[in-house]
């Protein structure tokens, strides 16, 4: 599993150039393309750190795998 994005929740914080979840994660496992935000899964160590910076709340990570 990874960090899930619901695309219908987000609004794009900080506008497409900077988004919290990207500056967030410390694997860069999030990424922009088509001015979404996407996860690279196996990238991904499900640590919540993009869930816990977004406004939205529009980022659920599997609860049995957050690491704190
Ligand atoms: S859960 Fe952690 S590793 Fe996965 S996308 Fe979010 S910040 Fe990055
Ligand atoms: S932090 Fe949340 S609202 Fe901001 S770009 Fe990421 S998913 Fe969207």
């Given at each position: 599993m990874a960090a899930q994005i619901d695309?219908?929740?987000c609004t794009m914080c900080g506008g497409i150039?900077?988004?919290l979840c990207v500056e967030a994660c410390p694997d860069s496992a999030i990424r922009?393309?088509?001015d979404r935000?996407?996860?690279t899964e196996f990238l991904c160590?499900?640590?919540n750190e993009c869930g816990c910076v977004c406004p939205d709340k529009?980022?659920?990570v599997p609860l049995a795998?957050?690491?704190?």
């Amino acid at each position: 599993m990874a960090a899930q994005i619901d695309p219908e929740k987000c609004t794009m914080c900080g506008g497409i150039s900077r988004p919290l979840c990207v500056e967030a994660c410390p694997d860069s496992a999030i990424r922009l393309q088509d001015d979404r935000v996407v996860v690279t899964e196996f990238l991904c160590e499900d640590c919540n750190e993009c869930g816990c910076v977004c406004p939205d709340k529009a980022i659920s990570v599997p609860l049995a795998k957050v690491t704190f």
